[in-house]
């Protein structure tokens, strides 16, 4: 093993460690699987590089993007240091000149994508060449729960036990949850050395406001550091080109970046922007984790991010040289109600969606935050810090009032209608709104209705986002959006706590021209309900969604309701066919009751078989995508499942009868464990 001092100062140019970097090369080099979370430009990519040179083999890097691993083995070829990467951007030269660096011995880092280890050839190869570490970049990838998360990553756990070498992990954002998880699928069986070398950024400065003409304050934020480099993240891609040609137009040197580009030209933008000095790229979320450039001076959100990871994960590509950087995150409205319908249209189960719910809590609640932003920031991931005085409400505390009142009167709207409704209905009640809906359910006649006419519609709306963003209220992933309170906002309402609320916030709202919406706000919750049972029926059926129902048949069962069968015929678009194919599966969702019990499963109840039979649909719906989430979908038939509850087949022979060869392999050594539990 080489000295690691020499090594570092010859290759790398360095006298000393960053804080933090010397512990974790150490426990790295001594062979010691590692995860440890250290802010961007904290220097991850040495504490695996100087190992990687100390020990004999090879260190393979599993990397995210491939304009990281280019860079990372372009800085290492000018340092002297034999690295390569085999990525599919490569060139047939660029292979080759790999592999038969590999051959001679020569090779001391090989980088290759998350998605190469789908390949039973990987696995021969990395087996052949000598792995002495494996080293994990954007470790939080491997999270489920996480703003990133890419599938091949699942992969890893497995690829270290195969190999049986050390694994180090590293990532910038991992909150306790996103560690445990790291923790379970890259390392399961050990226990890792954990570093935490803290999240806090000092050198950028934090600043959000809420959306007033949103493309004059980015062109003003951009004018104001006009030749610097700069990052403009949006949610769209079309407005990623639209923002860009603006930014050229007022003299700035812009390109935009998104995941609709051919490759070629976003890879040239990633080239211009490292070479380029001044230079403003306005992208989506694709790019910028990778992006080996240490002077980017400002990073600006025209939208919302997705979660306060994300967001954390995005402005720290700015100031990575360590000197001053700043930001600005604007959000609105639109924004949240966006990011609340993604969360809701997607396939994860109910806990899931709820956590996301609560991720996006946090970001509200950093945006609508009293007192330091950093302070703010640093405690969601467990750190506690002073005022900082690097960030807007350092350098203009915001004026707050005493809340205590409008937001006890909101949660006894809410626990007075059983916390079954959204923020709209719910002050419709507190300004005394008598609407059908209102009126249908006799709410007009509860002690709320009409008591908070002191306030507008539009600052009502402000006071239930910072309600969200104090974590008071959630919306139900169960209910379409209902709200429902959280154990934090008891003590408010039984008058044993008092809390403030921002005035500017409460102030400044104020009633814009509405965005043209498919549905009403207090519908669009059912109808991403609605998308999301459309979307897995579809990916079920391996056909397009529109297939199953077009949004006008689902935008008019949002808004009906219907609940019943007869009045589901009655919905545009639903024929008899589909009326009986899926008519029972979508007032499910309308109803936000558990599914209908199948006919398969009556004709059992009462019987062992039908504990069975339940036993089994749990164990199917845990490996419906695969052991390991990422198969295509495979169910079987419930009058399958009611078959093997009753006969109980006792190997896979007479599983096979039943299910079927493809519907066995997937399933029979789990089926047979139950069957061999009930006995």
Not at 44 to 60: E, H, I, N, R
Not at 206 to 217: G, I, T
Not at 569 to 587: C, H, T
Not at 661 to 670: G, I, L, N, P, S
């Amino acid at each position: 093993m080489e000295n690691r001092d020499t090594l570092m100062r010859d290759v790398f140019g360095f006298d000393s460690f960053r804080p933090g970097q010397e512990e974790i090369v150490d426990a790295v080099a001594a062979g010691r699987n590692t995860l440890a979370i250290m802010p961007t430009g904290g220097g991850k990519s040495l504490c695996f590089q100087l190992p990687a040179l100390m020990l004999d083999g090879v260190t393979v890097v599993i990397s995210p993007l491939i304009a990281l691993m280019r860079d990372q083995v372009r800085a290492l070829r000018e340092a002297g240091v034999e690295a390569g990467a085999l990525t599919s951007g490569n060139t047939g030269e660029e292979t080759d000149a790999v592999f038969e660096a590999l051959d001679a011995g020569r090779l001391k880092l090989l980088y290759i994508a998350p998605e190469r280890l789908a390949a039973g050839s990987a696995i021969n190869l990395l087996r052949r060449i000598g792995v002495s570490l494996i080293a994990v970049d954007e470790a939080h990838c491997v999270s489920q729960w996480g703003h990133d998360f890419r599938p091949d990553y699942l992969r890893i756990g497995e690829l270290r036990q195969a190999l049986d070498v050390p694994l180090a992990a590293f990532t910038a954002t991992a909150d306790a949850e996103t560690r445990q998880e790291i923790i379970d699928r890259l390392f399961a069986g050990t226990d890792p050395a954990l570093f935490l070398r803290g999240f806090d950024r000092p050198n950028i400065h934090l600043s959000f406001a809420a959306k007033d003409s949103p493309r004059r304050q980015i062109m003003d934020f951009a004018a104001a550091r006009k030749g610097q480099s700069g990052i403009v993240y949006c949610g769209t891609r079309a407005k990623t080109e639209g923002l860009a040609q603006a930014l050229r137009e007022a003299g700035h040197k812009a390109m935009h970046y998104h995941g609709g580009m051919e490759a070629g030209a976003r890879r040239e933008t990633e080239v211009q922007f490292q070479r380029q000095d001044g230079l403003i790229v306005v992208a989506t979320v694709a790019f910028g984790m990778g992006i080996d450039k240490p002077d980017i001076r400002w990073v600006a959100h025209a939208d919302l991010p997705k979660s306060i990871e994300a967001y954390y994960q995005e402005i720290g590509r700015a100031g990575r040289d360590g000197a001053p950087a700043e930001t600005l995150t604007l959000f609105g409205p639109e924004d949240i109600r966006l990011r609340r319908s993604q969360i809701d249209e997607g396939l994860a189960p109910p806990e899931r969606r709820a956590a996301d719910h609560g991720r996006l809590n946090a970001l509200l609640g950093l945006a609508e935050a009293l007192k330091c932003r950093r302070t703010t920031l640093l405690g969601y991931f467990g750190e506690d810090s002073e005022p900082c005085g690097r960030c807007d409400l350092c350098d203009v505390p915001p004026l707050v009032f005493d809340g205590t009142q409008a937001v006890r009167k909101a949660l006894s709207a809410m626990l007075r209608t059983d916390e079954s409704f959204g923020a709209g209905h719910l002050i419709d009640i507190l300004l005394g709104n008598p609407t059908d809906k209102v009126t249908a359910r006799r709410h007009d006649h509860l002690p709320t209705f009409g008591v908070g006419r002191e306030y507008t519609r539009a600052q009502w709306q402000a006071i239930f986002r910072q309600m969200m963003g104090h974590d008071l209220i959630r919306p139900d992933a169960e209910r379409h959006g209902a709200l429902r309170m959280t154990d934090a906002a008891l003590p408010i309402l039984r008058d044993e706590a008092a809390i403030d609320l921002r005035q500017d916030t409460i102030r400044a709202a104020k009633s814009r021209p509405k965005v043209k919406a498919m549905v009403a706000d207090e519908d669009a919750p059912l109808l991403s309900a609605l998308k999301a049972k459309r979307r897995a029926l579809a990916e079920q059926a391996s056909v397009p969604a529109y297939v199953i129902f077009p949004d006008r048949t689902l935008i008019e069962m949002a808004e009906h309701r219907p609940d019943t069968l007869d009045a589901m015929a009655r919905i545009s678009g639903v024929g008899a066919k589909k009326l009986e194919r899926y008519g029972r599966a979508f007032l499910d969702v309308i109803a936000g009751d558990t599914p209908q019990v199948h006919p398969s499963r009556r004709k059992l109840a009462g019987r062992g078989a039908g504990q069975v039979y339940d036993r089994l649909m749990e164990v199917q719906a845990d490996l419906a995508r695969g052991p390991d989430g990422m198969d295509k979908p495979l169910s079987c038939s419930a009058s399958q499942l009611a078959k093997v509850a009753q006969l109980r087949p006792d190997d896979s022979r007479g599983l096979e009868r039943v299910l079927g060869d493809r519907k066995a392999e997937r399933f029979a050594r789990a089926f047979l464990d139950v069957l061999r539990e009930a006995g």
